[in-house]
């Protein structure tokens, strides 16, 4: 599996309780927070290791977050169809 199908299919995981067009996600049990200071992601997703890249983290009801880095969600917006 590519890297840009795995972080779709993190995506989706993630998202699956949520409206399609992500209105109100935060009715949905779903809150956001970002990290970074650039655009790029040849680092990848950890806040903590990948260089200050800008990163989503998106965290659930339960208190777990999963990151997110941002230039390959903008990427995978590019490809969608």
Do not use: Y
Not at 15 to 25: G, N, S, V
Request: hydrophobic residues 35%; glycine residues 8%.
């Amino acid at each position: 599996m590519s890297s840009m199908s795995a972080t779709h299919a993190r995506l989706i995981l993630r998202t699956f309780d949520c409206r399609d067009d992500m209105h109100e996600p935060d009715e949905q049990g779903i809150s956001a927070a970002v990290e970074g200071n650039h655009l790029d992601n040849a680092m990848g997703d950890d806040p903590l290791t990948n260089c200050g890249e800008l990163t989503v983290g998106t965290t659930d009801n339960s208190g777990k977050t999963e990151w997110f880095n941002l230039a390959t969600l903008i990427a995978l917006a590019r490809q969608a169809k």
